[in-house]
């Protein structure tokens, strides 16, 4: 799975709105700032959180962005649907509305089953969780797995002759 920039200019922007003393405005150029993201590509994202309905904005010196709901409702998996659509897509469609033969039939499968673990952890992470510096235990135990921590090289298969 790739995190594109924008997913992750996102989710780090509604973390540091969660942050916000009280759930005050923050501008625009303070999130930026905070977390070293573009201001234009900024403003494109928290466009796309407003219509999704996760912040709210207010123009003017008190003005800013600010979280629509509580920290603890809002999902890092809501806040990459906001920004990119459906979390695991196999060429625009579901996965459940793709269909193979042959010797890959099965693999509409294994697309589903990768989107449900997507979901297990972006769903089970907050803002809130994240603004606290703190993971649900499901979440830290898989970084317990030492093979988590693995970087798997690629196109670095051994050719057996």
């Known amino acids: 799975m790739r995190i594109s920039a924008k997913a992750d200019y996102a989710v780090r922007a509604a ?8 759930g005050m405005p923050v501008k625009g150029t303070q999130l930026a700032d905070a977390q070293a993201i573009p201001l234009q590509f900024l403003e494109h994202i928290l466009l796309d959180l ?13 003005g800013g ?5 509580d920290p603890g409702a809002v999902s890092v ?16 469609l579901p ?3 793709t269909h193979y033969g042959g010797a890959a039939e099965r693999l ?32 830290t135990s898989l970084l317990d797995e030492p093979e988590a921590w693995v970087v798997r090289e690629t196109g670095s298969h051994d050719v057996v002759g």
């Open 95 to 97: 996965p459940e509305e």
């Open 50 to 62: 407003k219509r999704a309905g996760l912040i709210r904005t207010k123009r003017g010196a008190r």
């Open 77 to 92: 998996a809501d806040v990459i649907r906001a920004v990119e659509g459906p979390l695991a897509n196999i060429q625009d």
């Open 108 to 139: 509409r499968d294994v697309w589903i089953a990768v989107r449900q673990n997507l979901r297990v952890v972006l769903e089970s992470v907050s803002l809130a969780d994240l603004a606290a510096k703190r993971l649900p235990d499901a979440v």
């Open 65 to 69: 962005y600010w979280l629509a709901e």
């Open 15 to 22: 973390v540091e709105l969660a942050a916000s003393p009280g």
